[in-house]
Structures are given as C-alpha cells and as structure tokens.
C-alpha cells in the first residue's frame, strides 16, 4: 500500500476485539480518502489498495456501528462507502478488452464481493434503517439539504450492495440453500429496511427516491422467478404434479432405451481381437473403398471427420450465450420475499410506476433506467397471474399506453444492436426485457378475458381491439421473428418470442372469430418530396380585374383626401428591429405587403404603409420623395398594383422561426392510414416465409431441453403454414428433416407425440411429391420461398407459360438502334430512356432488361440496375460524430458550412439530421448559425450617399429578383440526397425527350437549317427576341473569358416581348438547335446555357442569329448593345420594346418630382434609360445565374456541347476591339457586385 494511504488509514484508529478506537483525526482521514479516490488513476489504484487493506470491514463498518452519534463523521462514512462500493462497471466503463486492465477490473470485482459478505450483518443494517427511518420522520418543512443528502446516500449505498455480482467459484451452493444475496437480503428484512423501501414506494411525499427505490427492489429479486416465489409455501397442484411425472417418464424411457443399446452392442463373447473390414460404397481420399481396422462396435460412430481438429467458429458467428442460471434460494428468503411481493402489489405497484413511467417520459432519469422499469413490470405482474389474479392491483401498467411504450423500446434497441456492434450484447439484453415485458402484458389481457367480472372483460376487449386495429402492435412479432440472429440473441430470447407470437396469434384468431367485419388500420409508407417552400405565393389576376381593383382603390382614397387616422397610423409598422433579415430584404417585402394591400382592396392600410416605409427607406426615392404631392402617390400606387412583383414563398416572409424549414429533409414519409377488412387467413399467409421458419428451426433443435408448451408453440405454427396453409413444401428441407429424424429415432419419442405425427405427415407428404417431381431430391437442398413452393408442387412451368413477353423482329431492331443511339450519351438510366422511345408502350423495364441481356448488348442485367439515391442511416458512430466535429472545425467559418459538410462527409445523410447532430453535440446552439451567409451587391455601396437615378433602377432590380429566383433559392436548401425513384424517373423523362430532339447533322447543313430559322423568325418580327438572345451569348462568352468558370446561365426574359417569344415554337426550336437546354423538370423555370459550350461556340451561335448579308465587323453587333450612343433605329425600336412597365412609370414620377424641385436634374432621354434597362437585365441574370450555381442538377454536366452550333466564323467578328461606352463609375459597380455575386 502507498505509504500516504497507509498513514492515513492508520489514522482512522484501530478495532479491539468487538470495540473500535478512533483517533482524534479520524474524520479529517476520513476526508482524506475520499480525496485520495477523486484523483485515483484509470487502473484505480487507491481503490485496490483500500480494498486489500479491508478498510471497509476492519474500519468503516465498526465506526459506523459505534459512533452513530456523531453525525458529520457518520455522514463522511457513509459518502466514503458509497463511492468504495461503486460497481467496477462503473469504474471501467466497460469490461475491458486489455488483459491488464482486465486483471484490475476482476481484482476491484473481487474486493465488492468481499464487501458484500462484510455487510450481510443485521448489525451494519439495523444501524442504516434507524438513521434511514429517524430522518424520514421528518417533515418536509424540517428536512435540511444535508439530510435528503443522507437519505440518498443510504439508498445508494444499499443499491451498490445489492448490485454486487456473485462469484460462482466460491459459493458452490445448491438449490435451498444460502448464498451471500440470500444472507444479505435476510438482513435487510431482519431489519426492517424492507418495510422502508415499501414505505418510500408508497409515500406521495417520497416521490423523488422513486428511482432508487425501484433499482433497489429489482436487485433483490433478480434471483427469483415469479413463478417459484407463488409456490413457496404452496402445496403443489395436479398440474404440476401431472408436468413433472411426465418429465420423469421421458427421462426413464430415454435410460432405459440406452441401456438396451449398450446390451445389443455388447457381444456373448468378448473378442479381444480387432479386424480389418472393407466398407463397400464408401469411398476414401482415392477411388478405393474404405478400410476399416477397429472393432465393428463403434461402426456406426465412424466418420471421415475422426481424428482432425476442430475448426474454430470465429467470435462473430458464434452462438449468444445465456445472460445466467436461475438458482432457487433458501426457503426463509422466498418466504418473506414472496410475502414482499404481496404488500409491494397492494400497496406500492400503481403510484412507484407512475412516478417512474413519468420520469422516463420527461427524460428525468439516467440512461439504461427503463430497464429496471421493465423488469418490474414483467415480474411483478407475473407473480400477480399466479397468485390470485387482481386486475387492480396492476391497472397503472394495463393501457395502451404501456404496450406503446414498450414497442417503441423494442425498436429503438434493435436498431442499436445494428449500429452499436460493440454492445450488441447488453443492447440484446435490454431487447428481451422489453419482450418480456410485452408478453407479459399479453397474458395479462388474456388473464382478463377469463375473469368472473364483466367490467374486467370488457376492458380486456378494449385493449384487444386497440392493439389488433393498430398495425404497430399487429406486425411486431413478424418483425421480430424475421430480424432474429443467433449470434446476437440468446435461445432464451427466442423462446420467449416463439411463446409471445403463439399466445398472440391464438387471441387474435378467437378475437376475429366472434366478429364477421373485422376492420383494422393498414398504413402505406410513401417517399414523397417536401413541397414546402418550393411553391411561391404569386398573385395573379388579370388586366380587367386590376384595373376594377384600382377604380375602388381610387375613389376611397379621393374620398378621405388622402388622410389616415391615427390609429391606422400607429398600426402600421413596415420595419423590424429585432429580426435577423437584412434592411434590403424587408424593403422588398414592404413593397409586396403594399401590392398585397392594394389587391386586397384597403387602399387606406396601403396608403400608411407606403409613407410608413417612405420614412424608413428615404434613401434612393424608392417609395416616394418626403416632399410628393398626393397625386403622385396615387400614380405611384398604380404602377406597384400593376408591377409583376417577386414574391417568396410563406416560410421565409414568415417569422424568423420558419427558417428552419429551409433545413428539413426533402424527402418525407407520407403515410397513407386506411382501413381495410381483417381476414386471418391472409395474415397467417405472412409467415409463410424461410426467414420466419428459420428461427423455428433453430428452437426445435433443442427439443428434449424445450419445455412441453414451447414444442407445442412450434408445432402449432408449423402446423398453421404445412396444414392451414398447404404450404408443407416450405418444410422441404435436408437440415428439417435431419431434424425430423432425430426426433424419430429418439428413444422418449412417446413424451413427444406432437412432434412425432407432425414429422411422420410432412415426411409423407414429400415422398407422395417425390413420386411426381423427380427433382424434388435437388429441392431438398435448399430454403423456398413461396413461388418455389408453387412450382415444386404445381409444375415449374405452370405460372410461366405463355406470360413470357415475345418480341418481333423490327422491336428488336428498333431496340438495338435505340440503344447503339444512347448508350454513349452519358444519361444516368438508359433503361429510362429507352422506355417513351419505343414503339410499344406496354413494354416494362423488366422487359427491356431481359431482352438487352438476350440479344447480347449487355452482358449482365446489374449492369442497368436502377441507381438509387438516398440513404437511411438514423444513428451515428463514434468515428462518424468525430468525422463530423472535425469538419465542422474546418468549415465553420465558410459562408456555407453545411454545404461543405454535405460534400466531405462519408455518410451521407440529410440536412435536417445534419443540423440536429451538430445541435445535440453542442457545435452550434441555434440554427440559424448554420444557415448559408448571403452577401448583396447593394451592400457594397455606401449608405451615407444619395443614389442616383441608374443605382436606384438597379437596386430596384437586384432587391427583387424574379420569382424563379426565389424558388429555386428555397430549393438550394433541400437535401438533395433523398430523392425518391419516381422523381428521377420524372426528371429523366424530359431530358431524354430533349435528347431524342436534337439532330445529327452537319456544319454546313446547320448553318443553312439556322438561316432558314433566323429569316423566317425575322420575318415573324422576332428581331427584338433575336437581337436579345444573341446579346445574351455574347454576354455570357466574355463572362467565361473573362472568369474562366463556366456555369450554366438561365435565360430570363424581362419584356413581354420576349416572353411572348419564350412561349412561340418556332423560336424554342431555334434554341434546342443552338444548344440551350430546356427546363430539366418542374422545379426550373427558364432555358439554360449549359456549362460545357466553350465561348467561341457561343460566339459562333450568336452571329449565326444574324443573316449574312448584314453580319457586321469588328464587333459592333457584339458590342453596340452597350453604347447608347451608338443605337441604331432598329434597336432603338427594340430597346424600347424592353422597357418594363414597372420601371417606365416609377422614371415618369421621379421626373416630374425633378420638374417641380428646386433641385434639378436633366431628365433621362430614351438613350439612357435603355442602357439602364440593359443594364437591370445584365445584372438580374447575372445573380441568378451565381445564385444557381449550387441548384443545377447532374443533368446539366451531361449536356453535350457538340449541340451548340460549331461553325467558321470570322474571328474577328467578336473582337472586343471596341471600348464600351458606358459610363466608367457604373461599369466599375458592375464589375463590383459581379465579383460579390461570385464570392456568394
């Protein structure tokens, strides 16, 4: 022992005999210790050292025994013991894998059990229920915190006691007689602490020790069967007398069948003299026939396997092993704990698991806690089935509730034996706990449906009828019969399952018998994408109801004389202080709240709120100048009624809260509830399964072992799928009928009769088959599911004559020149694609699949397997939450941090899931810290400026962004990992149509095929459209020059006229001839120039929009769109076809302000104005397109850029010879709010 632990344990003082002596600083040693066990190293050094040197048995029981009196040193004995008798589990961890840890966890085990035996005195016990009943004597007004400390202490004390394991190296006890729990427990009753517990239990001033009651109590039973306890001191009925005389028959017949083996081996006469024998048909390691040179006694135990080792199982394929051996205990400690049960039912049971099942609920516990609840809950209702059934004394556990509970655990432990493989022994555990406890509850309702009293029965049915209608409680044995696995769950588990589906399956059958229309939940599970936020709330109304809309606007303005009331005044508040969206933001929805009012017909609320937020936002004019006359503001009023306003969609206008959505998983499980009409039939049918079977199988095998109700559970099921069913073939195996055989041949084949006419009819049954289907030998071999079944018995080619799909020989030329077409065109799904392309529609991707196989072109059919996307992972590793810390660390200053995450992560989940780990480790303590970081180029000017008129047209713009903008903002959030099938397969449809349209042909021929276009559109008077376009190639060229990235761009049309040519056939055939893709799918709105056509191809496209004859030089055409100076007529007429409505009436107010101000400005003259508007489009499909970037879909990395139009051109044609005119300071702002735009 340490020399300082030494020292201070001989200041404690020393025992006498009977009589200890303390020292005068016997409670500053004391403290001491405890110190010293604070800073214990993690071999737990100083524990094993105190436990060596007995400092509990030689020091701190007799001081507690004899100086009662002194409360502070008591107090620190009792602390200093709580943490002495703490378990090793506790102290470890775990069990641990190292051996020299393993060699210090086993010596602290050691040194518990010693203190164990050490305190199984009545003494050290009597001492702890005074001091436990003198303080509880006391009211909750006089109790200090020092007293609920001691309290806590005490029952932690005894529950550390108690949990201390045996050692079954040296107590070698039998059945009846006294272990160290059984003299442990005799002392807790002799001194009355069990009449404490039960007081703790039943006090509604108590409820706070609830937990470490109910801990205490299953530790005192965990010994005990409830079954043995109700026939402690109980004469023994005809039943068990009946079972166990059966029991003794079987075991004499199986004696007495060996001994008349031993007699027919032994001959007449010994022969000391061996042989040598040749065994005909069995051959050796050559082609000879075995010799065999030992006595022919033993022949039939002859095995080629004689003499070679043993193979290992490896540890992961080996059975589970058994939790422990039930022991009987001696009958003084039955006795009283079996009269414990009783008063602990009558008194305790309904209040202790109330205040436990509330605790659990609210997450007031520590983890693990539930399974103390559901051991008592299993046990104690046991003992009440057998000891004279009262439904009361259990009704707190009878509910629906309780059986919801317990499922919900069932589930949630299963799935840790998957994740957590480590502990996937205690989590088996923890699993057949929860299962005995439903089954508990089973035979309790069953128990009911027997009582005497109608109300007891009818509540049984009202339980009954809730669990058979719910689907949850239905299907949870199949569940579990179809998840079993041996090398994680113990037989013990499966026989306890065996009994629950039997039991359950028997009261479902009588429960259906009695009613004809039995009708229950049936629930489908769909993936469908979340709509939310996708959808934006756009107001559309036409022409004539706007202008009746703004008639009545009018006139109730003129008739208040553009006054509001004061208390509309002080309603109306446009602005937000406290909220985290950026002033631009809120700017626009108050413009959108303006329009909404307008529509809405409350010209006055509209009215305040435009000169509310003329007083917030007085910079730039953009709701009026502070010095506009009323007519104005009626006229401005107009133009934002009529202004095709964007608008975003509910959940981010909201409230700030509503972010969060942005963060949800884009897939949802929409559960479909119907009902449907029960049929038994149909539901035994589900069992008809080899992954059901199996486990059956697995029980039986331990038939002689099973108890005669556990084969009779087997039985009865197998006989429900061979015999009910007439699925006898699914028993069809070589290992069943090994089975069967051994069950045959057993000499006690009499206590098994059940089992016996059950083998002898499915053995029957097969050799009645085998005489007709010569291959059912072959079939032997190998587990069948239902349509092998079918074929076995009914004929293989039975179901599939005729149902084979034929195609003709120009289907199949047709299906070969289709796929030779697209097999190298890059599409995720060619099966998806081939599918619309063909003739016959009635054609499946089964069918398509097969035939590619047959006719050769792929060479397996997983080569066109349907690529699924998503993932349902749930619950996370060690190293992936360590994978997830570290790229949080690495990201979390990026403007978008779980952007980055979804892209580096190894399993890929969504971003909700994403968002609550990092929430749950305590990375981030709200969302909103993890929500992408926008930056806006209105945020780069300086806000102590006025704006000039081109900066307000241009914030105008870039505030509100286009409706698809909006939209597919929203979508960027969604969690692009989780899309169902049916929506790839949507999505693919389109493309592939798109690609089915794009023609083969040659330069020359495209360039005649583009003339013969671009004339007639001309003709149509597309020129404004035409010239739009070909500036908008131009545009997007230099930015790729320039940049060096290539994104796809969105054409966004800002005019009428050129939406109006978005719609016409004639120009969108010209687009798909150049190259720009289409909408992908419902979620894109505009046309795309996609990422892979380079900007001399762009080039080329863009002069081929011009007729030959008129194809400019030096670039003008390229670059004249930008110098105002420069117009021509032609694009003067187009430049005004341009102007939005919008902005053409806010110029015309501020030009009339300018004209009655005294501060004058020259007006803008048309030329401006048009390089404005040329500017706002510019500039608006420039952040969309930034804004795009992380929404495009795969589809567009597969566009083909040999679609673009590939032409000579003149390389001089697109110089950027020419300087653009426009005004330098403006043409420096773009450039600055473009490079915004791209670090965004």
Known sequence: ?????????????????????????????????????????????VRQQLGAGQIVQNDLLPIIIQYRQDKTLFDACIRLMVNLTQPALLCFGKVPDDPVFRHHFLQVTSHLQAYKEAFSNEMVFGILSETLYNLLQLDWEQRQEEDNLLIERILLLVRNVLHVPADPSEEKKVDDDASIHDRLLWAIHMSGFDDLVKFLASAQSEKQWSMHVLEIISLMFRDQTPEGLVSTGQARSAAEKQRESEELEALRQRENAAKR?????????????????????????????????????????????????????????RQAQECKESRRSAINVRLFLREFCV???????????????????????????????????????????????????????????????IERNITNYYEMILTDRKEATSWSRRMHLALKAYQELLLTVNEMDHSPDESIRQSSNVIKSNIFYLMEFREIFLTLLRKYDET???????????????????????????????????????????QGGKKPSTVESSPEALAETWKIVEEELKATGFQLSESLTASIVPFDATSETPLEEQRTEAMVRVQDALLARLGPEALGLLRAAR?????????????????????????????????????????????????????????????????????????ASPSIVQPYLILLKSYSKNTPHTNHCIARMLHRLAVTLKMDALLFQLSVFNLFNKILSDPAAAAYKELVTFAKYVLNRFFSLAARND?????????????????????????????????????????????????HSGVPDIVETLLPLLSNSNRTRRHVVTQLVHMGLVDNAKE???????????????????????????????????????????????RARLVDKLLSLGLVSDRRELHKKRSRGSKQRSSGKGMTEEEFLEGLTQDFPDEAEDRYDKDEEEDEFEESEEEEQNRAKPQNRGMRRESVLSPVERRADLDSMVNALQQEGMSGPMLWLQNCLNRTAEDREEDDVSQAVPLVPLTEVNEDAMENKSFRKLLRKLGIRAPANEQETFWRIPAKISSSQLRSAAAALSPREDEPKGGEEGDDWRNPAGKSKEEGEVSGEQRAQALRALLLTRQRKRHTSEHTAPDLDVSSIEA???????????????????LLDNDEENDDPTTAVDMDTNSDAHSDGDEISAPVKRRRKMVLIDEVEDED
């Open 261 to 317: 083996s031993r007699t027919l081996q032994r001959g007449t006469r010994h022969s000391r003299f061996g042989g040598s024998y040749v065994v005909q048909g069995l051959k050796s390691i050559g082609n000879n026939d075995v010799i065999y040179h030992k006595n022919l006694l033993h022949f039939k135990d002859y095995s080629h396997d004689t003499g070679k080792s043993v193979r290992r199982v490896p540890k992961r394929n």
């Open 1172 to 1190: 404005t508007d040329s500017t706002v489009v510019s500039r608006s499909q420039q952040k969309t397109s930034a804004k795009r970037v992380r």
């Open 1 to 45: 022992m340490n020399c300082e632990l030494l020292a201070t344990c001989s200041a404690l003082g020393y025992l006498e005999g009977n009589t200890y002596h303390k020292e005068a600083d016997c409670l500053e040693s004391v403290k001491d210790l405890i110190r010293y066990l604070r800073h214990e190293d993690d071999t737990r050094d």
């Open 864 to 910: 066109l397997k349907k690529q699924k996307k998503g993932t349902q992972i749930v619950l996370w590793t060690q190293e992936q939450e360590e994978e997830l810390e570290m790229l949080y660390e690495e990201y979390k200053d990026s403007d978008d941090v779980l952007g980055n995450i979804l892209k580096k992560i190894t399993a890929k989940r969504s």
């Open 775 to 823: 291959k059912a030998y072959v079939e032997l071999l190998f587990w069948k599911n239902v349509g092998a079944v079918c074929e076995m018995t009914e004929g293989y080619n039975k179901d599939r004559a005729g149902t084979k799909p034929t195609w003709t020989e120009e289907e199949e030329e047709e299906l070969r020149r289709l796929y030779e077409e697209h097999r």
């Open 615 to 687: 007083e917030v936002w007085p910079e730039g004019d953009v709701f009026g100048s502070v010095d506009v006359e009323p007519e104005e503001e009626l006229e401005l009023l107009k133009q934002i009624l009529n202004a095709n306003l964007p608008r975003s969609s509910p959940e981010a206008v909201a409230d700030d809260e509503d972010d969060a959505a942005e963060l949800e998983e884009e897939e949802l499980e929409c559960v479909q509830v119907s009902e449907k009409e029960f049929n038994f039939l149909d539901f035994i049918k589900r069992f």
């Open 343 to 405: 008063d602990f039912l009558e008194n305790c049971y309904n209040h202790l698991m109330y205040l436990v099942k509330e605790s659990l609920i609210r997450e007031q516990t520590q983890q693990h806690d539930e399974t103390y609840y559901l051991w008592t809950l299993s046990f104690f209702m046991a003992f009440n089935r057998g000891n004279g059934f009262r439904a009361d004394l259990v009704s707190e556990t009878m509910s629906i509730r309780a059986f919801h509970f």
């Open 488 to 530: 994680k769950q113990p037989q013990s588990y499966l026989k306890d399952l065996v009994e629950s589906t039997h039991l359950f399956l028997r009261m479902l059958e009588n429960f259906s018998k009695g009613r004809k229309n039995l009708m229950v939940q049936k629930k489908k599970v769909k993936r469908k994408k979340s």
